[in-house]
């Protein structure tokens, strides 16, 4: 969970008193580490200069910290001054325009920051070689002229297809990986005696993969047409849960995985190909020209059952998404709470903290139920849609 | 927030598909296939036991059936030997005492026939004697005349001669 804060933001605040930013920086190493190499930053004059007008503004905060980045971002030093120092890791940029693929280090864009005004709002950008990058997406620049807006406020940059492989990208790595090592090892005992009770590691996956074959499965899919359907969705709880999981691991970033939207469009898009290709004939007479229903009633109905294809797998995107994502934000707002309350006063500060240091530690429970729920709950979902795709005409 | 990029996406799909197709091959298929092996041999451990057990209590019926039967059987032979005994034991005293009687008889009529022949012999015996003493008395009452006429005098006097 992302509970990491950019202290860069802290330092924007006028805290009333050195020991209240002293805790506030104590409360903060709770959730960040010191892992990886420093990088000096080299803010462009606009940046400094813009510094003391910012004041705390808790939605861009808690946006910034759950939208994808090109960052594995842990922890900033020295906030605001001569010395101040990023620890991150840098992922790499590939971006791909009409003059070929292009590949960079996303330091150099952090390390070229600006400050522009939309809306009446300052915000940051970043730039590097012909590109500009503003809310982690990638325009090309013209010139020198940096990020063009219009009156609106809209962006007038050309767009230039992004390939990085982003945090959420990562995440996906480590938890492949994770599945991996864990799935992989537990099969070797299965090979290597079938007939005996599992143990260590096995005897933890065996139960929920048992859950998922016995529970999900079977009752949505039915017994003798499960099994060809089996290795899809313990791929897909599997996936779901640890990536979840890896949320919730304070300290290394504050992946959100399953709530990035091109992610989860991803699994739904396979779930959405797979209950269609896999589609019988009931399942399609039912959609097309629902047996039993007069005709009157058919013409409303059947434009329904088709929008309905689709708003199934889409249901299930945004569900995953925006779940995992509010209890980003749940614990990310009292987190914000802290410093708008320190803003006021050293004691709120104190005050504001300690409670929200219990809501978090409740919110972190729930949490941890959520991962499990989010992922059930989208598997037995995609088990029942591929159980209705393939069900047999039953005769009543 | 709330945009798919296109990067995202194809590096999701390549990632996904690789774990789909990784785990499929490398940890589903085995793992599922033992645990089908491990049930089936569950069910078919608990069928046999089972059966084992229902075989068992059926042996043990049956030896308890046959050992009734043995039971049965010895006290029909003790009954049998115990009767065999008796009979035997009846028949012999039976015997016995037939034979004992027979014996008995058989000694009672060498008594007799002892007895009788040794009754005849006194019997002739006697008569012999009596014979040789009338002969001697004879001889001796007729030596002198008158005693013959004497007798046979007085036989003419008992003798009524009508």
């Known amino acids: 969970m992302t509970i990491r804060i950019k202290i860069a933001e802290l330092q924007k605040f006028k805290l009333k008193s050195i020991i209240n930013r002293k805790v506030l920086l104590l409360l903060f190493t709770l959730f960040s580490f010191n892992l990886f190499a420093e990088h000096d930053i080299n803010s462009d004059s606009t940046t400094t200069e813009n510094k003391h007008e910012n004041k705390f503004d808790a939605g861009t905060f808690i946006m910034h910290h759950i939208a994808d980045a090109h960052q594995i971002h842990f922890f900033t030093l020295n906030e605001g001054k001569e010395n101040e120092k990023h620890f991150s890791i840098y992922l790499p940029i590939i971006i791909k325009d009409q003059n070929g693929i292009n590949v960079y280090s996303s330091s150099n864009f952090y390390h070229h920051s600006h400050t522009i005004e939309i809306n009446g709002k300052h915000q940051h950008y970043y730039s590097y070689n012909n590109y500009v990058m503003f809310d982690e997406k990638i325009y090309k620049a013209e010139g020198d002229k940096g990020l063009m807006l219009d009156g609106a406020g809209k962006i007038l940059n050309q767009s230039v297809l992004d390939l990085s492989p982003t945090k959420s990208i990562i995440g996906i790595l480590i938890t492949i990986i994770l599945l991996l090592l864990m799935f992989g090892s537990a099969a070797v005992k299965y090979k290597k005696n079938p007939l005996k009770a599992p143990t260590g590691l096995q005897a933890w996956l065996e139960p929920m993969v048992l859950f998922i074959r016995d529970e999900v499965a079977i009752p949505s899919i039915g017994k003798d047409k499960a099994d060809r359907f089996v290795p899809f969705l313990l791929t897909t709880f599997f996936f779901i849960w640890l990536a979840n999981l890896l949320g919730l691991i304070p300290f290394i970033g504050g992946f959100n995985v399953m709530g990035t939207i091109g992610v989860t469009l991803v699994l739904a898009t396979v779930v959405f190909i797979i209950t269609n290709i896999n589609g019988k004939s009931h399942y399609w007479t039912h959609i097309l020209w629902p047996p039993g229903v007069p005709f009157p009633i058919k013409l409303i109905l059947v434009p329904i059952e088709i929008i309905s294809i689709f708003m199934k797998p889409m249901v299930l995107m945004i569900r995953l998404t925006a779940n995992i994502t509010a209890g980003h934000i749940i614990i990310l707002a009292f987190t914000c709470l802290v410093f708008i309350f320190g803003q006021q006063s050293a004691g709120a500060g104190y005050g504001a903290g300690i409670g929200s240091v219990l809501f978090m530690v409740f919110m972190y429970f729930i949490e941890l139920l959520v991962t499990f729920l989010q992922a059930y709950v989208f598997t037995l979902l995609t088990a029942m849609y591929f159980g209705s795709a393939i069900e047999e005409p039953h005769h009543h | ?162």
């Open chain 2, 1 to 162: 927030m709330l945009s798919a990029g296109l990067g995202t996406i194809i590096w999701t799909s390549i990632a996904f598909l690789t774990v789909l197709f990784l785990l499929g091959k490398m940890a589903w298929k085995p793992m599922l296939k033992s645990l089908k092996e491990r049930e089936d041999f569950i069910t078919n451990s608990i069928k046999s036991a089972e059966s084992a057990n229902n075989q068992l209590s059926q042996l043990k019926a049956e030896n308890e059936k046959l050992l009734a039967e043995a039971r049965m059987e010895r006290e029909k032979i003790l009954k049998e030997a115990r009767e065999t005994g008796e009979d035997i034991l009846s028949k012999a005293r039976k015997a016995s005492v037939e034979e004992e009687q027979r014996i008995l008889a058989k000694a009672k009529q060498e008594i007799e026939n002892e007895k009788a022949a040794a009754i005849a012999e006194l019997k002739s015996q006697v008569v012999s004697l009596s014979i040789d003493m009338a002969e001697k008395l004879l001889k001796r009452e007729f030596e002198s005349k008158e005693n013959q006429v004497k007798l046979v005098e007085e036989n003419l006097k008992s003798a009524t001669l009508n």
